[in-house]
C-alpha cells in the first residue's frame, strides 16, 4: 500500500516491539531461499536508563528460525560489543569518543582491526546485553549487522567474523555535520550469496551543482535550495574536516578515518 509492489510487511506478533522478522530471498524462481534479511526491533529506552536493546525471546526466536542460509541483520540500535574492536584510550584525543555508559573511558579506531567510514560520535548501544551478539556468532550466518541511532557516525568494524556497520541520517536538518547525511547500499551477489559489498552516499556528493541547475531549470525552489545547502555546507565542512583530518595525523601517526565502502 504505502512502499509499492517492492514494499515488505512483515511481523512476528509474538515478539517483543514490532516488525520483527526474516525475509527470505529466493532467487530464480527457487522455492528455497538463498539469502535471509533478519529484521529486528531494538526498542528505544530501558526501563532502567539508557537505551534498549533486543529482547531474550527475540534472540530465542532467532535461535530457532536461523540456519546456515547467509544472513544480514538490520536493527536500530547498535550492540554493546561495538566496544570491544574500538582501541582504549587513557584520555580524551582528537577523534577519541567517551564511552556512553563508563564515562572515565575513551575510544577511537584500532589500527589492527578492520575499519570502514567515520566515527564522529560514541556509539550508544543498549543498557542490557542478553547475549545477542553471542548468538549469532555461535550461529555463524550472519555476514554482517546495520545499525543506526548515532547520526554522526557511519562507520564499519569487524567483530569475530561479523560485520557491525552504523549508516548515516538520511533525514537533512540543516543542522552541523551536513557530511554525515546519506544512505547505505548493500549488493549482495546473486552467484555466491556468501559475498556482499556495502558503501555511504553521502547527501552533499549526490545533490552536486548540476542536480541544483537541473531542478531550478525545473522550477522546484525546495530542491534547488535544499541541494544548494547540502552542496555548499558539505562542501566546506569537508574541506575543514579533511584538513584537520590530516593535522591529526600528522602529528599523532595515527589515521582517524577510513574510506566509506567494504
Request: proline residues 3%; negative net charge; hydrophobic residues 30%.
Amino acid at each position: 500500500k504505502f512502499g509499492g509492489e517492492y514494499f515488505v510487511d512483515h511481523d512476528v506478533p509474538e515478539l517483543t516491539g514490532c516488525g520483527n522478522g526474516v525475509v527470505e530471498v529466493s532467487l530464480d524462481g527457487s522455492s528455497k531461499p538463498q539469502f535471509n534479511l533478519f529484521v529486528m526491533d531494538s526498542g528505544a529506552y530501558a526501563k532502567d536508563g539508557g537505551y534498549d536493546a533486543c529482547r531474550t525471546d527475540q534472540i530465542a526466536w532467532y535461535e530457532k528460525v536461523s540456519g546456515s542460509t547467509p544472513a544480514l541483520w538490520f536493527q536500530h540500535i547498535i550492540v554493546p560489543e561495538i566496544y570491544d574492536v574500538l582501541k582504549k584510550v587513557d584520555s580524551k584525543q582528537p577523534y577519541a569518543i567517551k564511552h556512553i555508559y563508563n564515562e572515565d573511558e575513551y575510544y577511537m579506531f584500532d589500527e589492527s582491526q578492520i575499519n570502514y567510514g567515520t566515527l564522529n560520535e560514541k556509539p550508544c548501544p543498549g543498557y542490557y546485553n542478553d547475549g545477542q551478539f553471542d548468538a549469532l556468532v555461535e550461529n555463524g550466518d550472519v555476514l554482517a549487522m546495520f545499525t543506526g541511532h548515532d547520526h554522526t557516525n557511519a562507520f564499519g568494524v569487524r567483530n569475530q567474523n561479523i560485520d557491525i556497520y552504523t549508516s548515516p541520517m538520511t533525514r537533512y536538518k540543516g543542522v552541523a555535520y551536513t557530511t554525515q547525511y546519506g544512505y547505505r547500499v548493500v549488493e549482495i551477489d546473486e552467484n555466491d550469496t556468501s559475498v556482499y559489498t556495502t558503501r555511504v552516499e553521502r547527501l552533499f556528493d549526490v545533490f552536486d551543482f548540476d542536480y541544483i541547475k537541473t531542478a531550478q531549470d525545473n522550477g522546484d525552489k525546495y530542491s534547488g535550495r535544499l541541494a544548494f545547502e547540502l552542496a555548499v555546507k558539505g562542501g566546506v565542512q569537508k574541506a575543514f574536516m579533511n584538513l584537520y583530518q590530516s593535522v591529526v595525523e600528522l602529528f599523532s601517526g595515527r589515521t582517524v578515518t577510513y574510506p566509506d565502502y567494504q
